[in-house]
């Protein structure tokens, strides 16, 4: 994207200061924890910049879900607890909001989850969306939700590549 650098892992002279994505909880994960959670190995956060200053971002970890919370389509013949990426954060600043960024990132975030299904058991991406406006918007990229958990949405990793591909027959 014009503008913007390309995803890459946070480092400690990147400048938090100014970031708000209009989630306070958002905001304070990345200045407190992302960094943290990065050296001991509990996530990896990618950032994007703009003039220097991160404008974006999000997390990702590895993780399992239960199959009872998990789609038919997802949990059948996968073993309990079912496999995933958790995408544990995605955030873009207010001013930055509206350009396309978000789905930038997540298309980011997904090609580094097929990429890593490659190396590691997956099933599916999950995300756990703060609110329905997150959710419509994981929806709107194929996210299926859990049977269980309204907000907790699952991308199939076949969806994924076919994503990552630009194929959207699946």
């Not at 590895?62 to 789609?71: E, F, M, N």
Request: include cysteine; charged fraction near 20%; hydrophobic fraction near 40%.
């Amino acid at each position: 994207m014009s503008g913007y650098s390309a995803p890459r892992p946070i480092a400690a002279a990147d400048d938090l200061s100014t970031f708000d994505s209009g989630e306070s909880s958002l905001d304070d994960w990345l200045r407190r924890r992302a960094l943290g959670n990065q050296t001991a190995g509990a996530s990896r956060c990618f950032v994007t910049c703009r003039d220097g200053r991160v404008v974006g971002y999000y997390a990702l970890a590895t993780g399992a879900v239960q199959r009872l919370d998990t789609s038919r389509r997802i949990g059948q013949g996968m073993p309990d607890p079912v496999p995933v990426i958790l995408l544990g954060r995605l955030a873009v600043d207010v001013k930055e909001q509206g350009r396309g960024l978000g789905a930038h990132l997540l298309r980011d975030a997904i090609t580094r989850t097929v990429a890593a299904a490659e190396i590691v058991g997956v099933r599916a991406l999950l995300v756990h969306a703060l609110h329905d406006q997150a959710r419509q918007f994981y929806l709107y990229f194929g996210f299926e939700p859990s049977p269980t958990h309204p907000l907790h949405l699952f991308l199939l990793m076949k969806d994924a590549r076919a994503l990552t591909r630009g194929d959207t027959s699946g």
